[in-house]
Antibody
Framework: EVQLVESGGGLIQPGGSLRLSCAAS????????MSWVRQAPGKGLEWVSV???????YYADSVKGRFTISRDNSKNTLYLQMNSLRAEDTAVYYC????????????????WGQGTLVTVSS | EIVMTQSPATLSVSPGERATLSCRAS??????LAWYQQKPGQAPRLLIY???TRATGIPARFSGSGSGTEFTLTISSLQSEDFAVYYC????????FGQGTKLEIK
């Protein structure tokens, strides 16, 4: 059974740093595309970052230069290092697995974790 | 960036009736379109991918259609557990979500 469990959220002051973790089971993180998606309180979903199976990483413009996505293959865990945090980064952060659609040659988000709340406030 | 626009923002429907939710893309996304259901305090749940393929375990009352820029999610006979917020998402050119449609009990 595929499971994703996020951790590491909490209350942090503006300008601070936080590292989120996403522990996976039932599949191999390094063999899949993996993304972080966030949801501000009462708002919609916003894609944050992706790491491809080959290791390439990409970011939304809103976090580029401040956030870093990575993975630890030995722990089968995905990470999101968040630096220079701002109030507008306050959100529930979800990790999600992306699965390959052989018909259309693209990757959709099939499994999501339960999320971890990050609150940036003084 | 591809902008996804969902309509209506809120849809009031009685149990047992049909619900039709719309999603429009600002440019063609081919069939790289997914629908998610989200209930309060829960993660999004994949319903449809490839515009029309139901995900594993999704009841047949959920169906998706469309391609290019216009897409529809239809729930044929609403059950109590279907009242939630629904999001469309394109994954053709990076990833963007619609703002959501809240499906509420009439």
């Amino acid at each position: 059974e595929v499971q994703l469990v996020e951790s590491g959220g909490g209350l942090i002051q503006p300008g601070g740093s936080l590292r989120l973790s996403c522990a996976a089971s039932g599949f191999t993180v390094s063999s899949n595309y993996m993304s972080w998606v966030r949801q501000a309180p009462g708002k919609g979903l916003e894609w944050v970052s992706v790491i491809y199976s080959g290791g390439s990483t990409y970011y939304a413009d809103s976090v580029k230069g401040r956030f870093t996505i990575s993975r630890d293959n030995s722990k089968n865990t995905l990470y999101l290092q968040m630096n220079s945090l701002r109030a507008e980064d306050t959100a529930v952060y979800y990790c999600a697995r992306q699965y390959y659609d052989y018909v259309w040659g693209s990757y959709y988000f099939d499994y999501w974790g339960q999320g971890t709340l990050v609150t940036v406030s003084s | 960036e591809i902008v996804m626009t969902q309509s209506p923002a809120t849809l009031s429907v009685s149990p047992g009736e049909r619900a039709t939710l719309s999603c429009r893309a600002s440019q063609s996304v081919s069939s790289n379109l997914a629908w998610y259901q989200q209930k309060p305090g829960q993660a999004p749940r994949l319903l449809i991918y490839g515009a029309s393929t139901r995900a594993t375990g999704i009841p047949a009352r959920f169906s998706g259609s469309g391609s290019g820029t216009e897409f529809t999610l239809t729930i044929s006979s609403l059950q109590s557990e279907d009242f939630a917020v629904y999001y469309c998402q394109q994954y053709n050119n990076w990833y963007t979500f619609g703002q959501g449609t809240k499906l509420e009990i009439k």
